[in-house]
C-alpha cells in the first residue's frame, strides 16, 4: 500500500513538471507577438492636469522614467478612459478629450495609439506603440473626464492633480468697487479675484497689461475690454489712506464717540476708496505677476507668478488689479453705452441647447455653410464667441455634437492664431468632397457673462429638476419677494423654450397648459398671465405679458408648465427635391373624395358639381430630415391618434406641414395642409437604423440622420390652384407650424420658392430653406428669373 502511494506521488510531480513550464510558456506575454509597453517595476504616477477644468477632468500625464509626459489622442477612446480614471480611484470615466482641449502638454509624449479593451488595471498593460514612441504633437495631447465619485476604499490618490491645490486657478470674478455698479448685472468692471481656499484673493497690479485684461474679459464673457481709469481708483486708494491715517472722532463730554461720530466713521469705512486701501492692507495678494500673451482662453494658461506660502507680499507701490470690459449687444441692457458694438454678420451658431452654443456655420456668397472639425480648437473657437458677442470659447466641440448642418461645408482646418478678429481671417483650408461630411461639423461653446437670471424663475412639483410649474420671482411696492405661477393660458412651446433656457435647462420638449397631475402642496398665488414670446428672449420677463393678471382659470391645475431636455429634434426639407419634383395635374372630382373629406382642397370646391370636373393641383415631393440630436415624435400618444376610415390610416399630428401660395405682399391666394398619417424613417444615412415604421399599427417618428419622405403622387400633398390666377408668386412649405412638436431650432422649418404660372405651366426658382441665405440674398427674392422648370401634364 505505501509503495503504491510513493508510486502515485512520484508520477504526479512527474506530470506536474512537464505540464508546469509548457503552461507558463503559454501565458507569458511575448514582446514580439504584442504592442504593449514594458510595465515599470514601480507603480504607474498618472495625474491630470490642463485649464480650465475640474478637478475630475483634465490632460493626462504619465511618470515613466523620472519624467511627466502625455498620451497621444491616436485611436483613443471612452475604454482608455475608464483604464486611466480607475487608476486615479474615480468609478469610472464619463468622456475623453482630444486635440489638447486641456491645454498643450510639454516633454514626452510617452504614449501613442493607445488601444486597451477597458479591464486593465493599468494604462501600461494596454497595447500601444511603445513608451516614447509617437509621431504626435501636443496639439494632440488626450485628456480624461472621470465621474465624480471615488472607489470604495481607494486609499492612493495616485497624483490627481497635477498643481498644488492653492495654486490652481479655477474660479475667477470681478468685484465692483462702486456701490451703484454691484447692483446691475452683468459686473462690467472691478478688482480681479480669484478663488483661494475658502475664500476670494487679489492680484498685485504690478506690470499688468492690457493682453491680461483681455484675457480676464473673455473668461467672464465679455468680447472685449476697456481702459480702466486707474487715477479714479489711486484717488480713492489715496484719500481712504489719509482717512485712515488721521481717522476725525467726535468725542462728547463723558469720553465716548458720539452717534454722529460713529455713523459718520460706518460711512467712511463702506467706502470704495477704505474697501480697496483694506484689500491691500489684507496681505491677500496671492498672485503678484501675470504674464499673459493676449491669446490664452483662461487666466491658469498664463505664466503666474504666486506669493510664497507664509511670506507677506503686500504690493508696495501698486494695487488690487482692476479691470473694465465691455459686454457684447445681448449683454449691454444695464451697462449705461450708447453706442453698442456691432457682431459678425458673416458668422452664427446653429442647434445649440443654451446661449452662446451651437453649431459653426459661415456666410459666402449669401448662403450659409459649416466648418469642418479638422484641427478644431479653443484658439479657433474662441475667435468665433468673442466675433458674436460672446467671451472666449469654454469648449471646441467636434464631431457633430450641435447636430449636422446642411448644405456646403466651407471650411477645413481652421488655424486661428488668437489676435484674429474673425474666422475669415484665419488660415484654413478650402473644402473638398472627400476631406469632410457634415458628420464631422465644428461648434463650440462660449463663456457668458453671469446675468442671474437663473435666481428668478424655479420649477415645481415636477418629478425631476427637468420638469414642472414654471414660478417666477416678483417684487411688491415694498420691496418684498415672493414666488408665483404663470398662467396656462396663451402658453405654448416658444415660451416653455424661453423658460428652460433662463433655468439653463436646454430645450423644451413641452410646454403644458394644464399642470394637475404635478404635486401642489406648495402652489403659490398667480403673478403673471397673457406670456407671448418669440422664443429668442434670455428670459420671461423680455416676453409681452399684461401689465395686470388676467387668467380666466386661475386654479392651481391652470399654471404654466414645462418639461425641459438637453436635446431635440430639427426637422429641414430638402427644398432642390421640390423643385426637381413640382408638376401641375388637373385631376378629376370623383378621385378627390377622400381628399375632400381631410379638407385637401380649397373652399371652392365644395360649390363644384361632383363627381363631375376636376380641380388643378400644384404637386411636388416632400422630404423632411431630421439634422437634431433627438428624435422626432408626435406629441400626442397613439391612445389619442384620430383614424381616418377613408384613407385608411391614423393621423397622429392633425397639421404637419403647410403649403402656401402667396402673393408679392405675402397675402395667400391658395393654401393646403398636410397631416402626418404616417411619419416614419424611410430612409437614413450610412451607419443609422431606421425605428419608426407605420405598418401595424407601429410608432411614429423621425430617427436623427433618418428621412420622410412624402411623394407627389400620393392625397394631399398638393396646392389647389383652381382658383389662382396667372402671376409671380412665393411658395412656401412650412414643417411643424404650429411648433406643436419643440425642435432645436425654428427658422429652418419654412422653405420658399419663386413661382411663376402663367394658366397652363408653372416655373420654380430659387427653392431654399428660410435661414440658409443672406438678408440681402432674401431682398433679391422678388427677382423672378424666366426660367422653365416643369410644364402640366
Given at each position: 500500500?505505501?509503495?503504491?502511494?510513493?508510486?502515485?506521488?512520484?508520477?504526479?510531480?512527474?506530470?506536474?513538471?512537464?505540464?508546469?513550464?509548457?503552461?507558463?510558456?503559454q501565458?507569458t506575454?511575448?514582446?514580439?507577438a504584442?504592442?504593449?509597453?514594458?510595465?515599470?517595476?514601480?507603480?504607474?504616477?498618472?495625474?491630470?492636469?490642463?485649464?480650465?477644468?475640474?478637478?475630475?477632468?483634465?490632460?493626462?500625464?504619465?511618470?515613466?522614467?523620472?519624467?511627466?509626459?502625455?498620451?497621444?489622442?491616436?485611436?483613443?477612446?471612452?475604454?482608455?478612459?475608464?483604464?486611466?480614471?480607475?487608476?486615479?480611484?474615480?468609478?469610472?470615466?464619463?468622456?475623453?478629450?482630444?486635440?489638447?482641449?486641456?491645454?498643450?502638454?510639454?516633454?514626452?509624449?510617452?504614449?501613442?495609439?493607445?488601444l486597451?479593451?477597458?479591464?486593465?488595471?493599468?494604462?501600461?498593460?494596454?497595447?500601444?506603440?511603445?513608451?516614447g514612441?509617437?509621431?504626435?504633437?501636443?496639439?494632440?495631447?488626450?485628456?480624461?473626464?472621470?465621474?465624480?465619485?471615488?472607489?470604495?476604499?481607494?486609499?492612493?490618490?495616485?497624483?490627481?492633480?497635477?498643481?498644488?491645490?492653492?495654486?490652481?486657478?479655477e474660479?475667477?470674478?470681478?468685484?465692483?468697487?462702486?456701490?451703484?455698479?454691484?447692483?446691475?448685472?452683468?459686473?462690467?468692471?472691478?478688482?480681479?479675484?480669484?478663488?483661494?481656499?475658502?475664500?476670494?484673493?487679489?492680484?498685485?497690479?504690478?506690470?499688468?497689461?492690457?493682453?491680461?485684461?483681455?484675457?480676464?474679459?473673455?473668461?467672464?464673457?465679455?468680447?472685449?475690454e476697456?481702459?480702466?481709469?486707474?487715477?479714479?481708483?489711486?484717488?480713492?486708494?489715496?484719500?481712504?489712506?489719509?482717512?485712515?491715517?488721521?481717522?476725525?472722532?467726535?468725542?462728547?463730554?463723558?469720553?465716548?464717540?458720539?452717534?454722529?461720530?460713529?455713523?459718520?466713521?460706518k460711512?467712511?469705512?463702506?467706502?470704495?476708496g477704505?474697501?480697496?486701501?483694506?484689500?491691500?492692507?489684507?496681505?491677500?495678494?496671492?498672485?503678484?505677476?501675470?504674464?499673459?500673451?493676449?491669446?490664452?482662453?483662461?487666466?491658469?494658461?498664463?505664466?503666474?507668478?504666486?506669493?510664497k506660502?507664509?511670506?507677506?507680499?503686500?504690493?508696495?507701490?501698486?494695487?488690487?488689479?482692476?479691470?473694465?470690459?465691455?459686454?457684447?449687444?445681448?449683454f449691454?441692457?444695464?451697462?449705461?453705452?450708447?453706442?453698442?458694438?456691432?457682431i459678425?454678420?458673416?458668422?452664427?451658431?446653429?442647434?445649440?441647447?443654451?446661449?452662446g452654443?451651437?453649431?459653426?456655420?459661415?456666410?459666402?456668397?449669401?448662403?450659409?455653410?459649416?466648418?469642418?472639425?479638422?484641427?478644431?480648437?479653443?484658439?479657433?473657437?474662441?475667435?468665433?464667441?468673442?466675433?458674436?458677442?460672446?467671451?472666449?470659447a469654454?469648449?471646441?466641440?467636434?464631431?457633430?455634437?450641435?447636430?449636422?448642418?446642411?448644405?456646403?461645408?466651407?471650411?477645413?482646418?481652421?488655424?486661428?492664431?488668437?489676435?484674429?478678429?474673425?474666422?475669415?481671417?484665419?488660415?484654413?483650408?478650402?473644402?473638398?468632397?472627400?476631406?469632410?461630411?457634415?458628420?464631422e461639423?465644428?461648434?463650440?461653446?462660449?463663456?457668458?457673462?453671469?446675468?442671474?437670471?437663473?435666481?428668478?424663475?424655479?420649477?415645481?412639483?415636477?418629478?425631476?429638476?427637468?420638469?414642472?410649474?414654471?414660478?417666477?420671482?416678483?417684487?411688491?411696492?415694498n420691496?418684498?419677494?415672493?414666488?408665483?405661477?404663470?398662467?396656462?393660458?396663451?402658453?405654448?412651446?416658444?415660451?416653455?423654450?424661453?423658460?428652460?433656457?433662463?433655468?439653463?435647462?436646454?430645450?423644451?420638449?413641452?410646454?403644458?397648459?394644464?399642470?394637475?397631475?404635478?404635486?401642489?402642496?406648495?402652489?403659490?398665488?398667480m403673478?403673471?398671465?397673457?406670456?407671448?414670446?418669440t422664443?429668442?428672449?434670455?428670459?420671461?420677463?423680455?416676453?409681452?405679458?399684461?401689465?395686470?393678471?388676467?387668467?380666466?382659470?386661475?386654479?392651481?391645475?391652470?399654471?404654466?408648465?414645462?418639461?425641459?431636455?438637453?436635446?431635440?429634434?430639427?426637422?429641414?426639407?430638402?427644398?432642390?427635391?421640390?423643385?426637381?419634383?413640382?408638376?401641375?395635374?388637373?385631376?378629376?372630382?370623383?378621385?378627390?373624395?377622400?381628399?375632400?373629406?381631410?379638407?385637401?382642397?380649397?373652399?371652392?370646391?365644395?360649390?363644384?358639381?361632383?363627381?363631375?370636373?376636376?380641380?388643378?393641383l400644384?404637386?411636388?415631393?416632400?422630404?423632411?430630415?431630421?439634422?437634431?440630436?433627438?428624435?422626432f415624435?408626435?406629441?400626442?400618444?397613439?391612445?389619442?391618434?384620430?383614424?381616418?376610415?377613408?384613407?385608411g390610416?391614423?393621423?397622429?399630428?392633425?397639421?404637419?406641414?403647410?403649403?402656401?401660395?402667396?402673393?408679392?405682399?405675402?397675402?395667400?391666394?391658395?393654401?393646403?395642409?398636410?397631416?402626418?398619417?404616417?411619419?416614419?424613417?424611410?430612409?437614413?444615412?450610412?451607419?443609422?437604423?431606421?425605428?419608426?415604421?407605420?405598418?401595424n399599427?407601429?410608432?411614429?417618428?423621425?430617427?436623427v440622420?433618418?428621412?420622410?419622405?412624402?411623394?407627389?403622387?400620393?392625397?394631399?400633398?398638393?396646392?389647389?390652384?383652381?382658383?389662382?390666377?396667372?402671376?409671380?408668386y412665393?411658395?412656401?412649405?412650412?414643417?411643424?407650424?404650429?411648433?406643436?412638436?419643440?425642435?432645436?431650432?425654428?427658422?429652418?422649418?419654412?422653405?420658399?420658392?419663386?413661382?411663376?404660372?402663367?394658366?397652363?405651366?408653372?416655373?420654380?426658382?430659387?427653392?431654399?430653406?428660410?435661414?440658409?441665405?443672406?438678408?440681402?440674398?432674401?431682398?433679391?427674392?422678388?427677382?423672378?428669373?424666366?426660367?422653365?422648370?416643369?410644364?402640366?401634364?
Open positions: 500500500m505505501e509503495k503504491s502511494r510513493r508510486r502515485q506521488q512520484f508520477a504526479f510531480s512527474l506530470l506536474l513538471s512537464l505540464w508546469l513550464p509548457c503552461c507558463l510558456a501565458t506575454p511575448s514582446n514580439a504584442t504592442l504593449s509597453p514594458s510595465p515599470q517595476t514601480e507603480r504607474l504616477k498618472v495625474r491630470l492636469s490642463g485649464y480650465p477644468r475640474k478637478h475630475n477632468e483634465g490632460r493626462v500625464e504619465l511618470f515613466y522614467k523620472g519624467e511627466w509626459g502625455t498620451i497621444c489622442d491616436d485611436d483613443f477612446s471612452i475604454a482608455n478612459a475608464n483604464v486611466l480614471c480607475r487608476q486615479l480611484g474615480f468609478v469610472s470615466a464619463t468622456g475623453w478629450t482630444h486635440s489638447a482641449k486641456y491645454g498643450k502638454g510639454q516633454g514626452k509624449i510617452w504614449l501613442d495609439n493607445v486597451c479593451n477597458g479591464g486593465e488595471k493599468s494604462i501600461e498593460f494596454c497595447k500601444s506603440r511603445g513608451w514612441n509617437s509621431d504626435c504633437t501636443h496639439d494632440e495631447d488626450a485628456g480624461v473626464v472621470c465621474k465624480d465619485e471615488r472607489i470604495p476604499g481607494f486609499v492612493d490618490s495616485n497624483v490627481i492633480d497635477a498643481q498644488v491645490d492653492e495654486n490652481r486657478i474660479e475667477v470674478r470681478l468685484r465692483s468697487v462702486v456701490t451703484m455698479s454691484r447692483k446691475k448685472l452683468p459686473i462690467t468692471e472691478g478688482v480681479v479675484e480669484v478663488k483661494y481656499k475658502d475664500g476670494w484673493a487679489q492680484i498685485c497690479d504690478l506690470g499688468w497689461t492690457i493682453k491680461n485684461t483681455h484675457v480676464v474679459c473673455g473668461m467672464l464673457g465679455f468680447p472685449h476697456r481702459k480702466v481709469n486707474k487715477n479714479f481708483y489711486k484717488r480713492l486708494k489715496k484719500r481712504a489712506a489719509e482717512k485712515v491715517s488721521r481717522p476725525k472722532v467726535n468725542v462728547s463730554a463723558g469720553g465716548r464717540q458720539t452717534s454722529k461720530a460713529k455713523a459718520n466713521s460711512s467712511k469705512q463702506s467706502s470704495p477704505k474697501r480697496l486701501y483694506l484689500d491691500r492692507q489684507k496681505n491677500h495678494f496671492h498672485i503678484h505677476s501675470v504674464e499673459c500673451t493676449g491669446t490664452e482662453v483662461h487666466l491658469a494658461a498664463c505664466p503666474l507668478e504666486f506669493s506660502r507664509n511670506a507677506t507680499f503686500t504690493c508696495e507701490g501698486g494695487m488690487a488689479a482692476v479691470v473694465s470690459c465691455m459686454p457684447g449687444p445681448l449691454m441692457q444695464n451697462s449705461g453705452l450708447k453706442k453698442k458694438p456691432k459678425s454678420s458673416t458668422v452664427r451658431l446653429k442647434g445649440g441647447a443654451r446661449l452654443e451651437g453649431r459653426v456655420e459661415v456666410l459666402k456668397d449669401n448662403e450659409w455653410g459649416t466648418v469642418c472639425d479638422d484641427r478644431w480648437n479653443l484658439l479657433s473657437a474662441s475667435i468665433v464667441c468673442r466675433e458674436l458677442g460672446f467671451g472666449s469654454k469648449e471646441a466641440l467636434t464631431g457633430a455634437r450641435m447636430g449636422q448642418g446642411m448644405g456646403p461645408i466651407y471650411m477645413n482646418e481652421v488655424k486661428c492664431l488668437g489676435q484674429e478678429k474673425s474666422i475669415w481671417n484665419c488660415p484654413f483650408k478650402n473644402i473638398t468632397s472627400e476631406d469632410c461630411q457634415h458628420t461639423d465644428a461648434a463650440v461653446r462660449c463663456n457668458l457673462p453671469y446675468m442671474g437670471l437663473e435666481n428668478s424663475i424655479r420649477l415645481t412639483g415636477g418629478r425631476t429638476r427637468y420638469e414642472g410649474r414654471v414660478e417666477l420671482l416678483s417684487s411688491d411696492s420691496g418684498t419677494q415672493s414666488w408665483g405661477l404663470v398662467c396656462g393660458e396663451t402658453w405654448s412651446t416658444k415660451e416653455a423654450m424661453v423658460a428652460c433656457r433662463q433655468l439653463g435647462l436646454g430645450y423644451a420638449n413641452q410646454g403644458l397648459q394644464e399642470t394637475w397631475y404635478w404635486d401642489s402642496s406648495n402652489v403659490t398665488d403673478i403673471m398671465s397673457g406670456v407671448k414670446c422664443g429668442n428672449e434670455m428670459s420671461l420677463s423680455q416676453c409681452q405679458h399684461h401689465k395686470t393678471v388676467s387668467c380666466q382659470k386661475a386654479a392651481a391645475k391652470f399654471a404654466a408648465g414645462v418639461i425641459c431636455s438637453d436635446t431635440a429634434s430639427d426637422l429641414v426639407l430638402d427644398a432642390p427635391l421640390v423643385q426637381q419634383t413640382v408638376y401641375i395635374e388637373d385631376r378629376p372630382l370623383h378621385m378627390l373624395y377622400c381628399a375632400a373629406e381631410e379638407d385637401c382642397l380649397s373652399k371652392s370646391a365644395a360649390k363644384a358639381n361632383w363627381p363631375y370636373g376636376h380641380r388643378r400644384l404637386r411636388f415631393s416632400s422630404q423632411i430630415h431630421n439634422i437634431g440630436r433627438a428624435d415624435k408626435p406629441k400626442a400618444g397613439r391612445h389619442s391618434w384620430i383614424w381616418h376610415a377613408c384613407h390610416h391614423y393621423h397622429s399630428m392633425n397639421i404637419f406641414t403647410h403649403y402656401d401660395l402667396m402673393n408679392a405682399n405675402g397675402t395667400k391666394v391658395a393654401e393646403g395642409h398636410k397631416a402626418s398619417f404616417c411619419l416614419e424613417d424611410s430612409d437614413c444615412q450610412e451607419g443609422v437604423s431606421k425605428r419608426y415604421e407605420c405598418a399599427f407601429g410608432d411614429q417618428g423621425i430617427t440622420g433618418c428621412w420622410d419622405l412624402y411623394r407627389h403622387d400620393i392625397d394631399c400633398q398638393w396646392i389647389d390652384i383652381t382658383d389662382v390666377k396667372p402671376g409671380n412665393i411658395m412656401q412649405i412650412v414643417i411643424n407650424p404650429n411648433n406643436e412638436v419643440a425642435e432645436s431650432d425654428f427658422t429652418n422649418n419654412a422653405m420658399k420658392c419663386n413661382c411663376k404660372y402663367d394658366g397652363h405651366r408653372i416655373w420654380l426658382h430659387n427653392c431654399h430653406i428660410g435661414d440658409a441665405f443672406s438678408e440681402e440674398a432674401e431682398r433679391r427674392f422678388e427677382k423672378y428669373p424666366g426660367q422653365l422648370n416643369n410644364q402640366i401634364n
